[in-house]
């Protein structure tokens, strides 16, 4: 199955909630595939307009084509968000084509994990630069257009890792936490603006459909120990996100909500029971 047959499926597998979303516009970063992409085709879905971005042309490109073979309005920007210059020129086509965005969603992330004395300073400071600055002036780039137009919604893809720790989990447990805190922080300076900021913290939700043997053999050890006994899906991530953007979460910013089938409310599972 390609690209486009794929979002096909997945869009046509949803039933659209929110009709207040259609014409509206969503920038997702790092949306060329996994939990990103599903946030795209959801929204699509809702009858938003795209901008689908991320640093890689083909994935941008496949994700961008998808959609737009459903009619959906996509705009497709490749962007470094380690980049200032990159993310300035993001939000300007944006502009450009659609007004300005009345949706971000802060969703591309180095995801690279490891222990305190193996990581190296360069790979620490990449996720810096993407995890916590990307995020960061994506947020005062879409602000300032939001703030022009008297509201919109900012939604911040974090982890279960911001709030526990992973084995071998840093730096992203940190720069999850990190983003956590932003989204409280920037909840509050924004609210007179009427910009609402939330966070979704995906629980195990594999990025790919085609795993290879190691990663099977992760996920058949981890299903067991979630509550519900399955791994999430994008599509999981994408409906928590179209509810946040939606007016039925109007009285609600700065909260994190956890899409994780149940993994941070257990202390430990239950084959491992304290």
Known sequence: ???????????????P???ELMGKTALVTGSGRGI??????????????????SDVVEEVAATANGLQALGVRVLPVTADLARAEEIDSLFEQAQAAFGGVSLLVNNAADLRRGRLLEFNLDEFDSQIDVNIKGAYRCSLRAAEQMRAVNGGSLIHISSVGGLRAHWRGLPYDLTKGALD????????????????????????????????????????KAIPRIPLHRAGTPLD??????????????????????????????LSPREAEL
């Open 36 to 53: 990103g992409q599903g946030i795209a085709v959801r929204l699509g879905r809702e009858g938003m307009n795209l901008v689908v971005t």
């Open 17 to 19: 909630r929110y009709p």
């Open 181 to 220: 805190a932003m989204t409280r922080a920037m909840a509050l300076d924004l609210a007179e603006y009427g910009i609402r900021v939330n966070a979704v913290a995906p629980g195990f939700t594999p990025r790919n459909k085609s795993l290879n043997s190691r990663q099977e053999e992760f996920r058949s």
């Open 1 to 15: 199955m390609n690209s486009e047959t794929s979002i096909a499926a997945l869009f046509a597998s949803i039933r």
């Open 237 to 266: 991530i994408a409906a928590a996100v179209a509810f946040l953007a939606s007016d039925d979460a109007s009285y609600i910013t700065g909260q994190i909500l956890y899409v994780d089938g149940g993994i941070t409310a257990q």
